[in-house]
């Protein structure tokens, strides 16, 4: 594919039913870019649970050239948090807004599904993830000294969606007279 044939894209939601067309071409896209070797057991778990929250940008001849794998569930018994796991571009479609649009169709699906936030994780030494989700308002939340298996620390990034959000409530913050005093949440123990 050349980066002409990346300005005509159709912009699709996963569609179980093409598991065995697109899968494979999902995993190469994902691995080829991600420091994590991931199973197929991996892309299955999210594939198969929330695959309306996982968008595709295609070529004219239906080749994946972009991805974006997610998940929303309520964290913690506390807010709904989407999770973006996996964004990969071709690398000769980047910096044409490919995965800014997947990005942006993710987070509009769990807006629609009453999502409180979106985390992701990204290696610090990634400048363009970076950018790419500075820009689209995820501040930065945690520093995770040598989260990934390669042995690069990463940034957990933090999408505030609703106002409030990012407050949970801890058991011991309630008052004497029942009401729960708001505390910042602290995020994900042992990561």
Known sequence: ????????LRYVQYDSCKEEVYLEAIRQIISKDLSE???????????????????????????LV?????????????????????LAVKEECRGKGIATKLVRMAID??????ADEVALETEITNTAAMKLYERLGFLRSKRLHRYYLNGNTAFRLVLYLKEGAGFAPCAHDTHDNGQTELLPSQGEPGT
């Open 1 to 8: 594919m050349s980066g002409d044939d990346c300005q005509d």
């Open 66 to 86: 972009g991805v974006v794998v997610n998940k929303l569930e309520r964290h913690r018994g506390g807010p709904m948090r989407g999770y973006i796991a996996m």
């Open 109 to 114: 699906a769990m807006i629609e599904r009453d």
């Open 37 to 63: 070797p991931y199973s197929i057991y991996v892309y299955r778990y999210f594939l198969y649970q929330w695959g309306d929250l996982c968008f595709m940008a295609l070529g004219k001849d239906d080749s």
